[in-house]
């Protein structure tokens, strides 16, 4: 298809999804329902980085969950695939991505969940039980250049949502108390739970999601800057984990209809990736009930059926 084909057929499928109103924007904090509930935007990263865009392609929203797959990375990068297995599991939970859950060995299921992204965030930090201001503030620092190598530009903080988060999360705060009461946790729970709202609360665009999925497709070789930004073994774990974890109980509907490795978030974005080819972020805010983004999957859907994405296509 030529740059001409491929925009005019982005926009056809957005018209088609755009029709779709259903699904409501988050509110859990009053700076997520602020949002223009009809913000679309569509964005794809090809393997030689050049990226299509329609619609809300550069209108920034808060990463949220999707954060979670980038933390997973960086974590296994710090720490190494071992020591993060002994510590967050690689199961499907079957459940919501707030939910309590954690395995027989007080593992949370996996790091796609929010039990599993605070235990992550808990393993970039030192190993103490009082950690200043200063040492949080430097991992954020860490964890914010990782994201934006990714990304290839520099992301920042949405300081509203960052501030909501921390004033309302009482069931965040639960879930690290939980492991914390566990013995599992082997920092501060509040300083784990600051950066966990912090890495919540970055601003992206779809293109920046676009280009953070080439990135992992590529192997962690980021299409724009040239810059081997994580280990190809580190992808490939990551996106096996989107795979089977990263639409929380909407996973085995998703990875059957449109197959493709993905993480979401309450922000509503989608992140989904076709390895070795593109990455693909799209935004619209209105949620369905597991949290997804209701016009992101019709989107990706329509992607993926209509250009044969799904990662078992055999025809
Ligand atoms: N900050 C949100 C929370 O922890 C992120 C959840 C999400 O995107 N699913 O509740």
Redesign the pocket.
């Known amino acids: 298809m030529t740059t001409t084909h491929v925009d005019g057929y982005l926009r056809h499928i957005m018209a088609v999804c755009a029709e779709d109103r259903s699904g409501s924007v988050?509110d859990?904090i009053p700076e997520l329902a602020r949002v223009d509930p009809d913000g679309y935007g569509l964005s794809l990263c090809v393997h030689d980085g050049h990226v299509y865009s329609e619609g809300d392609g550069v209108v920034g929203f808060t990463i949220?969950?999707?954060s979670k797959a980038l933390t997973y990375a960086l974590l296994l990068t710090r720490i190494g695939r071992d020591e993060v297995d002994a510590k967050i599991g690689v199961e499907p939970s079957g459940e919501a991505?707030?939910e309590i859950s954690v395995d027989d060995n007080r593992r949370p299921k996996n790091p796609m969940i929010?039990a599993g992204?605070i235990m992550a965030t808990s393993l970039l930090l030192p190993p103490v039980r009082d950690v200043d201001q200063a040492t949080v503030d430097r991992v954020y620092g860490e964890l914010v250049e990782f994201y934006s190598a990714c990304a290839g530009r520099r992301l920042t903080l949405d300081e509203d949502v960052y501030r909501s988060?921390a004033q309302t999360?009482s069931?965040?705060r639960a879930i690290a108390y939980m492991l914390d009461s566990f013995g599992v946790l082997d920092t501060d729970p509040e300083a784990a739970l600051d950066l966990?709202?912090r890495q919540?609360s970055l601003l992206v665009t779809t293109v920046d999601l676009s280009v953070i999925g080439a990135t992992f497709a590529n192997g962690g070789l980021n299409p724009r800057t040239g810059r081997q930004v994580l280990a190809q073994e580190v992808a490939q774990r990551v996106l096996s984990v989107m795979t089977t974890c990263g639409m929380?109980d909407g996973a085995g509907d998703w990875v059957s209809s449109v197959g493709l490795p993905a993480k979401?978030?309450?922000?509503g974005g989608i992140l989904a990736i076709l390895p070795g080819q593109l990455g693909i972020g799209v935004y619209s805010p209105r949620l369905d009930r597991h949290?997804n983004s209701v016009r992101g999957i019709d989107t990706c859907r329509h992607l993926s059926t209509d250009l044969g994405l799904h990662m078992f296509n055999l025809t």
């Open positions: 988050a859990y949220q969950s999707i991505f707030n929010n992204a988060e999360g069931r965040n966990y709202y919540c929380y979401s978030g309450v922000g949290g």
